[in-house]
C-alpha cells in the first residue's frame, strides 16, 4: 500500500505546482493588459506643437511661411489632429503686424511692403481667426521702437522676450520652423 500512496502524493504536487503557475500566469496577463503601452497605435496621438520663427523683413518669405503654416494646420484638420501652432515674431517680423509704417526705425515699410500689406495682413488674421494659429510680439522690439500696443493687429500677444518665448516654447516640446 506504500508504494500506492507515493504516485498520489506526485499527482498531489504536480496539481499544485500546475495551479500555482495559473495563478501567477493570470497574475502576470492581468499586469500586462493594465500596463499602458508605449507606442501602439492604439496610444493616443499627442498634440502637434510647432513654433514658426519671423524676424525677416522679406514679404515674399512670409508669404511662403503663411502658405507652410496653412498647408500644415489643414493636414493636421483633415488627419483629426489635435495642433498648436505660433508664430513669434522678433525684429523685423514686427513689420507684418502692424498697419504702422514704422517710418525712422529700422523696420520702415518699403515699396514691397506696402503692396501686399493688406493680402498678408488677412492671411495672417485668418490663420488667427479660422485656422486658431496663435501669434505673439517680442516686447524688446516693440518697445525699442516705442509702437503702442493699440498699433499692433487684433490677437496679438506681447511677450518680454521673442527668443526667450520660442526656448520655453521647445522646452515645453514644440517644434522649431523657420522658413529659409
Known sequence: MAAKSRPDLAKIALIIAVIALAIGGGAYLRWMVAKKPETTAEAPVAMAKVVYHADFADPRRLSAMLQSINNM????????????????????????????PLKGTPFAEDRELRAVRKQLRERIGSLRDVQGVKLELCGI??????????KL?????LVRSGVVRIAELQKQGFAYLKIE
Open 73 to 100: 494646420v489643414t493636414t493636421y484638420q483633415n488627419d483629426f489632429k489635435e495642433y498648436d501652432v505660433r508664430i513669434v515674431f522678433v525684429s523685423h517680423g514686427i513689420r507684418f503686424i502692424t498697419d504702422d
Open 141 to 150: 522690439t516693440r518697445e525699442a521702437i516705442n509702437l503702442p500696443e493699440n
Open 153 to 157: 493687429m487684433p490677437g496679438v500677444t
